[in-house]
């Protein structure tokens, strides 16, 4: 079969994925768990919670504040023992619950039995409130409050569910084992959305460098109707949405739309796995799966399932015996992942990896002048001009970077990737972005 | 005709004919404009800052040459000062009222002796994109990211980055006060205040609105909202464990009290006699 892909842009990365057959490990309970109250895009939840309380795993801690807000709940139990401005991954102060944690309770109404659940029994408004509950987002980073992707608004009509299992990002390998291990419930889990969206048929999308799960999933697809098995060839940034639609589907997400406006829904496959353990298992959001790795920096990488709230240090220290080695840690992966300030920082819905680099790779060659080579603008997915956008910010001009379309900018990195004269230019998008919600206020 | 030849006579004639052309349309479409204008636009700066709130010193200048006396008053360049606006004045035959100097001042002293870094940041210099993607350069979330936005917009070259203290330093002689910094500053740590006679302003150089104490650990020179500086003047507020300083106290008769009485420093006093602090 051939391979689908997106036309414009894009690259060959090498993509370090030394992860790719350890097989997913329990990371255990830490002694303490910080859960921001906030994981999501959209508005910070209300907290239910208050010091000294006793929670156990899946109790509610905070409440959704609005339609673009996700609940969040606990992922120990315990005691909580602070609620308060704590420093996150990003040195940004965001509210915590802190809890210490005292044996590993669940709340009675989850199931914990491994038994795969496969008769869809809820209704298509049931399903939407069991995603709500459980409060999932957007697990491949965006942090989108998922119950609203999964209801149709009027007037527009979806005909394509597209699971993403792309994971274009160099180094992480969290989705990748989350098809090998667990096809089945990501299978349910696409056709309990189809049936929230009222549609029958749901696309996995597959990089052609996960040989396994493209065989797993294969196999498992034969015996559900609808669902379809696409590999795509593995270039970055393909998993991104706007061009893995493009890949699948062929239809072109206008500039400053969603891809509902072409019919399309795009989920994550960890979402997809997170819905089907919500509305199967009564399972909230309380862990994820996160690949910890690094070339030379971690002795031990692996893919662990790991209880959100769980500070980066306790997994780095499981994978990683010479904390010396390590010059820097970033959250997320090679390419879009940022670098962390605070070791401490809680893993949240939207951490599927922790990368780890030593002094020598995290050192960034010196900028030189651009030598107008035009690969940033060769490279780039969505077809903008890096080095002009750059430029324009340089001269603070921005009636010249709305014309370059800047706000269709997905910050992939390629072009900073790309660069030999090493200059930030997805830095300049970034700021450049930035200058322009400004302005719109 | 060799290549050389044929080429100057080409270019040549097309330039003459052009010429010719351009002259005639130039005549034709002559736009008059009112000689006012001109004039006062050659008094002004011509740096076209915008400070004054127009487009430009072409805008700014046609606005004066419209206005009546009334509604001259209210327009003034900072970046010329008195000494500019009295001569445009004269110039329309208005009268033009002093107004008092004004410069920048910085209100942070999250220097890197103050405030040390904590982390290496190799990415874009740029204030605005730290600010946006992490807290700031030290631990201290409302204090000076340190590199630098606010001297790449300075037309003036009035601000520069200290090398040994790290933050922006406001040269007081060539600071017009156009307000650009205060504007791109993303935490808004410019202020636009009178000069003070002989250059003596007092202010709070912080915008810290932590709690004392943890104000006090990002950073040496934190206000940490002890309220001492209220009970020298009463003017002075404390909102949200930080102080401000109104510019209607007199710099002169408290500046060198409050300096002296503040402990950590926080309110700068710029004819401050020495008095070693222990801070």
């Known amino acids: ?441 | 005709m060799d290549i050389i030849t044929s080429s100057i006579v080409m270019l040549g004639s097309i330039a003459l004919a052009s010429g010719v052309v351009l002259y005639f349309v130039s005549k034709k479409f002559y736009v008059k404009e009112d000689a006012k204008i001109s004039e006062v636009e050659k008094l002004l700066p011509g740096v076209n800052c915008g400070a004054c709130g127009k487009a430009g010193c072409h805008d700014f200048a046609k606005a004066c040459s419209k206005t009546d006396a009334e509604g001259f008053k209210q327009l003034y360049c900072t970046v010329g000062g008195n000494k500019v606006m009295q001569k445009v004045a004269e110039a329309l035959g208005y009268r033009q009222e002093e107004k008092e100097e004004t410069v920048a001042v910085l209100r942070c002293q999250g220097t890197c002796q103050n405030a040390p870094s904590k982390f290496e940041y190799t990415g874009l210099k740029s204030c605005r994109l730290v600010a946006q993607i992490s807290t700031s350069q030290s631990e201290c979330p409302y204090g000076c990211v340190r590199l630098g936005d606010c001297v790449s917009v300075c037309k003036f070259g009035a601000l520069k980055i200290d090398k040994e203290l790290g933050i922006p330093v406001v040269d007081e002689n060539k600071c017009v006060s156009c307000g650009a910094c205060v504007e791109i500053c993303p935490k808004k740590l410019f202020e636009i205040r009178p000069k003070g006679k002989d250059g003596k302003r007092v202010y709070v150089a912080c915008r810290n609105q932590q709690k004392g104490a943890i104000a006090r650990k990002n950073c040496s020179a934190a206000c940490i909202g002890c309220m001492k500086c209220t009970k020298i003047n009463p003017e002075i507020k404390v909102e949200n464990n930080l102080s401000y300083i109104p510019t209607s106290v007199d710099a002169e008769t408290y500046g060198q009290e409050l300096a002296d009485n503040c402990p950590t420093g926080a309110i700068v006093y710029t004819g401050r006699k020495e008095k070693k602090h222990g801070a």
């Open chain 1, 1 to 441: 079969m051939e391979l689908k892909t997106f036309p414009m842009g894009g690259i060959h990365l090498d993509k370090h994925k030394i992860t790719s057959d350890k097989p997913i490990k329990e990371a255990g309970l830490p002694e303490i768990v910080y859960i921001p109250i906030k994981q999501h895009i959209g508005a910070p939840s209300k907290i239910k919670v208050q010091k000294g309380d006793k929670v156990k795993v899946g109790t509610l801690l905070a409440d959704a504040d609005g339609i673009v807000s996700a609940d969040v709940h606990s992922s120990v139990s315990g005691e909580v023992i602070k609620i308060d401005d704590i420093v996150d991954a990003d040195a940004y102060l965001s509210t915590m619950v802190v809890i210490k944690v005292e044996g590993d309770e669940f709340e009675p109404t989850i199931d914990q039995s491994h038994e795969i659940k496969k008769e869809i029994t809820l209704s298509a408004e049931e399903i939407v409130k069991k995603i709500r509950e459980s409060g999932i987002v957007g697990m491949g980073g965006a942090g989108y409050p998922t119950p609203i992707k999964a209801t149709i608004p009027e007037g527009k009509r979806v005909n394509t569910l597209i699971v993403n299992g792309i994971e274009c990002e160099a180094f992480l390998t969290a989705d990748d084992r989350l098809m090998v291990e667990r096809a089945e419930e990501i299978v349910i889990g696409a056709k309990i959305l189809n049936k929230a969206l009222g549609i029958q048929n749901a696309i996995i999308a597959i990089d052609e460098n996960k040989p396994r799960a493209i065989e797993i999933m294969k196999k498992i697809t034969r015996k559900y109707v609808g669902v379809n098995v696409r590999v795509c060839e593995s270039k970055y940034p393909q998993g991104a949405e706007k061009q893995l639609i493009k890949a699948i589907t062929g239809r072109e997400v206008p500039s400053g739309k969603l891809p509902i406006d072409v019919h399309c829904i795009v989920q994550n496959v960890g979402t997809v796995h997170a819905i089907y353990e919500a509305v199967q298992k009564n399972k909230p959001l309380f862990e994820r799966i996160i690949t910890v790795t690094g070339d030379n920096a971690a002795e031990n990488p692996q893919n662990f399932r790991a209880r959100i709230g769980t500070p980066a240090s306790f997994l780095i220290k499981q994978v990683n015996t010479h904390p010396e080695n390590i010059g820097k840690v970033i959250f997320g992966g090679g390419m879009m992942g940022v670098s962390a300030v605070n070791m401490d920082a809680p893993v949240t819905k939207l951490t599927s990896g922790i990368l780890l680099l030593n002094d020598e790779d995290a050192t960034k060659p010196p900028e030189t002048a651009c030598i107008r080579c035009a690969r940033c603008a060769d490279s780039c997915p969505m077809g903008l001009r890096p080095f002009a956008i750059a430029t324009a910010i340089r001269n603070h001009d921005n009636k010249e970077l709305k014309q370059l379309h800047i706000m269709d900018c997905i910050e992939c990195g390629t072009c900073s990737f790309i660069c030999p004269a090493r200059i930030p230019l997805l830095d300049y998008c970034k700021l450049g972005k930035m200058e322009i919600r400004k302005q719109k206020k």
